[in-house]
Nanobody, 121 residues
Framework: VQLQASGGGLVQTGGSLRLSCAAS????????MGWFRQTPGKEREFVAA????????YYADSANGRFTISRDNAKNTVYLQMNSLKPEDTAVYYC???????????????WGQGTQVTVSS
């Protein structure tokens, strides 16, 4: 599975962005998908995850209520809608695919290249 993340950019505090992650391969619908983020000098941080079927999602406390993860298996794409953005959301955002389910990066087998999100104050 190859993943390509896009949709990052510069936005003001309180604004919104929608990240997309396009996957190649016929087995996309069998993978759980996650979004992580990372800032310089810090470990990669879990943001949100969605099961292969799309019927179950999980969010980090920092994202709960503001971010929404979704997927379209017909388009081999997973999304992260981010609303009410804060400066502390500034990071490189990565999408990832797993045969399992969880919040730890080591569970994920495939990673996209990352897309930069910058929230100005």
């Amino acid at each position: 599975v190859q993943l390509q993340a896009s949709g990052g950019g510069l936005v003001q505090t309180g604004g919104s962005l929608r990240l997309s992650c396009a996957a190649s391969g016929r087995t996309f619908s069998s993978y759980g998908m996650g979004w992580f983020r990372q800032t310089p000098g810090k470990e990669r941080e879990f943001v949100a995850a969605i099961r292969w079927s799309g019927d179950s999602t999980y969010y980090a406390d920092s994202a709960n209520g503001r971010f929404t993860i979704s997927r379209d298996n017909a388009k081999n794409t997973v999304y992260l809608q981010m609303n009410s953005l804060k400066p502390e959301d500034t990071a490189v955002y990565y999408c990832a695919a797993t045969r399992g389910w969880g919040t730890q990066p080591y569970i994920y087998d495939y990673w996209g290249q990352g897309t930069q999100v910058t929230v100005s104050s």
